[in-house]
T-cell receptor, first 109, second 113 residues
Framework: GQNIDQPTEMTATEGAIVQINCTYQ??????LFWYQQHAGEAPTFLSY??LDGLEEKGRFSSFLSRSKGYSYLLLKELQMKDSASYLC??????????WGAGTKLIIKP | DGGITQSPKYLFRKEGQNVTLSCEQN?????MYWYRQDPGQGLRLIYY???????QKGDIAEGYSVSREKKESFPLTVTSAQKNPTAFYLC????????????FGEGSRLTVL
């Protein structure tokens, strides 16, 4: 079966760095996405990785290793507004998105 | 501005009633999707449509129905056959497959009384 695993909840301190991991087992691979979702709101797109390596976008970076079925989202200089759930999703061979359950990130002052 | 509009944002339903959630997009996207989100679970696909007048069942289609008569519109009906309909429903659309990014509406929270 297809499976996406990510930690349920993480806590970090304002101004610090946090890394959210995602491991996947899917039928084929056509890219991995990270979305941010604030409570009660719709997910918003953060990043897309289809090749191995690190993609940097401001305070956020996303890394992919296809051979290991692994990705992480790195958030630097954490701000209180970064408190949200972070969803990992993989596009399979049929171009369908398989979603992880999300990681709830709690930022403390 | 281009985007996806879902309505209503909050909806209450009595058991045995059908309800229809609206989803409209002006992004000129061909593909549209309906997802259900429950606490502690990933997004689960209910139905999707790649083109007008065609749609496909997702992983949890039982108790739901859709139509795609216009490119801009993809309404979802939650029927009385859906045993546990209380959830957060998200509509999304996407452009060409190779970009893959989904654009979401604000969501509709359905509560069955």
């Amino acid at each position: 079966g297809q499976n996406i695993d990510q930690p349920t909840e993480m806590t970090a301190t304002e101004g610090a760095i946090v890394q959210i991991n995602c491991t996947y087992q899917t039928s084929g691979f056509n890219g991995l996405f990270w979305y941010q979702q604030h409570a009660g709101e719709a997910p918003t797109f953060l990043s897309y990785n289809v090749l191995d390596g690190l993609e940097e976008k401001g305070r956020f970076s996303s890394f992919l290793s296809r051979s290991k079925g692994y990705s992480y989202l790195l958030l630097k200089e954490l701000q209180m507004k970064d408190s949200a759930s972070y969803l990992c999703a993989v596009m399979d061979s049929n171009y369908q998105l398989i979603w992880g359950a999300g990681t709830k990130l709690i930022i403390k002052p | 501005d281009g985007g996806i509009t879902q309505s209503p944002k909050y909806l209450f339903r009595k058991e045995g009633q059908n309800v229809t959630l609206s989803c409209e997009q002006n992004l000129n996207h061909d593909a549209m999707y309906w997802y259900r989100q429950d606490p502690g679970q990933g997004l689960r696909l209910i139905y999707y449509s790649q083109i007008v007048n065609d749609f496909q069942k997702g992983d949890i289609a039982e108790g739901y129905s859709v139509s795609r008569e216009k490119k801009e519109s993809f309404p979802l009906t939650v029927t009385s056959a859906q045993k546990n309909p209380t959830a957060f429903y998200l509509c999304a659309s996407s452009g060409p497959r190779d970009t893959g990014e989904l654009f979401f509406g604000e969501g509709s929270r359905l509560t069955v009384l």
